[in-house]
């Protein structure tokens, strides 16, 4: 039976020479660390050192994430990646009556600066990188971070680390989403200018495709529906005035990376090339780093099952093993019980152990780019740039990124893709070990698993210190700086950055919450369309 890869490009028994007749070794390649950077964006890539190695965590209360992140480190961990709750995602405080039931449910509740200086104590802001998954909040927490950061006498431009930042998948994939697309836009672009200025070496946004692949969408799609997000990002920025060599260092991108390891390691290999190509091409981008697309991959946790979960640790180790042969530059290895509940202490532990055999006990990091030259990686590579192409022109014939997503051309798409796989793995022509084949016998059963479970007396203790809070400050000093914020907000010249005024919200003690509603009171919430 012919196979077929993720994206549907089938998949031959052999391949040879006659594969690559047509090819252009020397201008479809390169050499790594130069354009177009299939091969990489490094010359040396992982033989001069490995990759960032940046376990996601966050939950419940801000002492309790910190708890897990002196761990983290104490093992080696070489970067922090913060996952906050739902309400703090979604621009609420945690008494607000939204947020019941979820605070510190799927990542950590912050509040306020008090919130965050619990977070990060003791924590070195000038050796330590940090990412923050968070998007139409980004520039509070940023800014909660640059705050504490100066509280620990750490100048901004010492500060290391990424927002995702990246608003349009939400209206895509995930539903975080807090203002519209266009008033989303300028937030972004406003943090793009603020970070040039006051913290130059943060990565300014993470356009994300994993939370496309998580809700269904195929490699190709993965690929095409980010590269769409991230030329409506540059767009918006130069139309905001700004030249594209002063922020396109600074962007990054975030995929998945799952079983299939061969189409995984094409896909990282094309998305590299198109990237460079549309930077160089379309937007004139002169500076190389410009050009290069970096990128932070997570495993699928999609792909994780609640039956048998010691197999995901299999599961686990090949994906990262594909992150790692397609050249990541940073990665988070999901741990194996994230099927059934957050992540415990062994669990974490065990999944930052994985990377740590992928770095120091193989051989794939002794060389650059093992795959180059492969017949069937390149041939793969070919057809997932093409098959990406095609959806992005698509894109692009609707008007753009945006113009898309208020027809609902890329959720349609991703949904589509997910009943597909969702009728395969029903009828076992998808294998997934332990669900639809491979399964324990009636007469045995799986081992006990006790799951790390989170306390629900957080919601009071967070509503708690919010009154604290909220009775102990200035209180005019706040209403003004929110007051300066919204008139920030209604300029629509281009010339108001509404970061600074934001930041002095912050540091006079407003919640999250707070400025988000006096953000809300001017730009609105947006409302969802399936146009398509």
Known sequence: MARETESGLPIEPVYGPEALADWDAADILGEPGAYPFTRGVYPTMYTGRPWTMRQYAGFGTAAESNARYQQLIANGTTGLSVAFDLPTQMGHD???PLASGEVGKVGVAIDSIEDMRTLLGGIPLDKVSTSMTI????????????????????????????????????????????????????????IFKYCKAEIPKWNTISISGYHMAEAGASPAQEIAFTLADGIEYVRT??????????????????????????????????????????????????????????????????????????????????????????????????????????????????????????????????????????????????????????????????????????????????????????????????????????????????EPYEPLRVDPAIEAQQAARLAALRAGRDQPAVDAALAELKKAAESDDGSVNVLYPMKDALRAKATVGEVCDALREVWGAYVPTDAF
């Open 94 to 96: 945690s008494d607000a």
């Open 135 to 190: 998007n139409a909040p980004a520039a509070l927490l940023l800014l909660l971070y640059q705050l504490v950061g100066e509280e620990q006498g750490v100048r901004a431009d010492q500060l290391t680390g990424t927002i995702q930042n990246d608003v349009l998948k939400e209206y895509i994939a995930r539903g975080t989403y807090i203002f519209p697309p266009k008033p989303s836009l300028r937030l972004i672009a406003d």
């Open 237 to 446: 920025a130069v139309a905001a005035g700004m030249d594209v060599d002063d922020f396109a260092p600074r962007l990054s991108f975030f995929f998945v990376s799952r079983t299939t390891i061969l189409e995984e390691v094409a896909k990282f290999r094309a998305a590299r090339r198109i990237w460079a190509r549309v930077m160089r091409e379309e937007f004139g981008a002169k500076n190389p780093k410009s050009q290069m697309l970096r990128f932070h991959t997570q495993t699928a946790g999609v792909q994780l099952t609640a039956q048998q979960p010691e197999v995901n640790l299999v599961r686990v180790a090949v994906q990262g093993l594909a992150a790692v042969l397609g050249g990541t530059q940073s990665l988070h290895t999901n741990s194996f019980d994230e099927a059934i509940a957050l992540p415990t202490d062994k669990s974490a532990r065990l999944a930052l152990r994985t990377q740590q055999v992928l770095a120091y006990e193989t051989d794939v990091t002794a060389t650059v780019d093992p795959f180059a030259g492969s017949y069937v990686v390149e041939t793969m590579t070919d057809g997932v740039e093409q098959a990406a192409l095609d959806l992005m022109a698509r894109v692009e014939d609707m008007g753009g990124a945006v113009a898309a997503i208020e027809n609902g051309f890329q959720k349609y798409e991703i949904e589509r893709n997910a009943y597909r796989i969702a009728q395969e793995t029903d009828s076992a022509e998808r294998v997934v070990v332990g669900v639809n084949r491979f399964q324990l016998a009636d007469s045995e059963e799986e």
